[in-house]
């Protein structure tokens, strides 16, 4: 592990962004575990006038990068503190489980997992969706989205940092914390033929969503029968489960979507590879129905107020990742299809999702 984790904080960081604070008691956890096979890593450190803010990330499993591979993020928009602790949730759940449990010690040795539960610290900070430079992170990849119109703000826009959804300036580089997250990416999960990864928002509607590509255009995403075989499994092992499992595009189009970007990227680079990265919309219009002065305020709407939500919520989606990451151990129900099965599956997935076309 790396040596200089930062393990202190300021007082106006422990007290406004107690979410890295949680972040460093679980990394203490990790490293007290001192397992050969867990690791930390500061992958740069932010700063933002007097503060520094690290970007931590695990890894768990062998080092050889191309084994099988889940991937977890969170805190990409700065409001969404509550999948932060979700994805810390599942970590404290796994270092337990790694100490007695033999499947999972198992699941371990020829599986990797790598997270990074809180991309935009500053902006958790600041109480913004944005980064500190007030750039939306998922708006800032260099990707255009097809036939969206400029006036639809919520899709990105250039015309200023002090409105929403603001992708940066026009040829700029990636910001900082998007940079950091596409080299994590690319070195962690790209070198992988398996692989599958989560980043976990909320604030969209009233039902748990499980989106995947494309944002960017309403066109299929090529790995549509893998998906539709991968949420089969998820059907039918988990016959109760909550979530919506379909294309961003149905809801909305936008520029410069990190996931469009980097699963465009895995493909250009390893076309004989499957990775599905997929984004958890968790739907907080129920928190705030049931609790409507959460409405009233920015973080309220997009967390969950009551103690007893906000625990539902922490434990609602661990096996949620606890499948994806069997799913990966066991590629062969979704990603071995035979042409044929293929076919059939990509011509159910347009049915489904794409009106048929
Ligand atoms: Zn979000």
């Known amino acids: 592990m790396s040596d200089s984790l ?22 203490e956890h990790i490293a007290q575990a001192s397992r050969p096979w867990f690791n930390i890593e500061v992958l740069t450190e932010l700063r933002d006038g007097r503060e520094t803010f690290p970007l931590i990330a695990f890894r768990f499993g062998p080092k050889d990068p191309s084994l099988p591979v889940i991937g977890l993020f969170a805190g990409v928009h700065g409001l969404e ?24 010690q198992e699941m371990l040795k020829s599986t990797r997992l790598v997270v990074m539960p809180l991309v935009n610290p500053v902006g958790m900070f600041h109480q913004l969706r944005a980064n500190g430079n ?17 006036w639809h703000l919520f899709g990105g826009q250039r015309i200023s940092p002090l409105l929403p959804w603001y992708q940066g300036k026009e ?32 604030g969209y509607g009233q039902v748990d969503r499980l989106w995947f590509p ?66 958890l919309e968790m739907g907080s219009w ?20 009551m103690p007893h939500r906000v ?25 071995d299809l035979e042409p044929l099965e293929r076919e059939r599956l990509r011509q159910q997935g347009l049915e489904l999702w794409y009106g048929g076309n």
């Open 6 to 27: 930062p393990l202190s904080l300021s007082r106006p960081v422990r007290r406004h962004l107690p979410e890295m604070a949680e972040l460093l008691i679980v990394a």
């Open 81 to 104: 503190r509550i999948g932060t602790r979700v994805v810390l949730a599942y970590l404290r759940t796994l270092v337990e489980l790694d100490r007695w449990d033999q499947v999972t």
């Open 134 to 150: 007030r750039v939306d992170l998922m708006r800032n990849a260099p990707v255009r989205a097809e036939g969206l119109a400029a």
């Open 171 to 202: 040829g700029a580089p990636m910001e900082e914390e998007a940079r950091a997250l596409c080299d994590f990416v690319r070195r962690e999960i790209f070198p992988a033929e398996t692989a599958i990864s989560v980043d976990v928002h909320s």
């Open 214 to 279: 494309y944002a960017r255009t309403r066109a299929p995403v090529p790995d549509l029968p893998e998906i539709l075989a991968l949420k089969h499994l998820l059907d039918r092992s988990f016959p109760n489960h909550v979530y919506q499992v379909e294309p961003q595009s149905r809801h909305y189009l936008a520029h410069g979507d990190l996931w469009d970007y980097l699963y465009d990227a895995y493909r250009a680079e390893r076309p004989e590879g499957h990775y599905l990265p997929f984004t």
């Open 286 to 305: 129920l928190w705030v129905k049931k609790n409507w002065i959460q409405a009233f305020s920015a973080l309220g709407y997009f967390n969950p107020r």
């Open 311 to 335: 625990r539902r919520t922490l434990r609602r989606h661990l096996f949620l990742f606890d499948l994806m990451h069997r799913a990966i151990r066991s590629p062969s129900p979704w990603c």
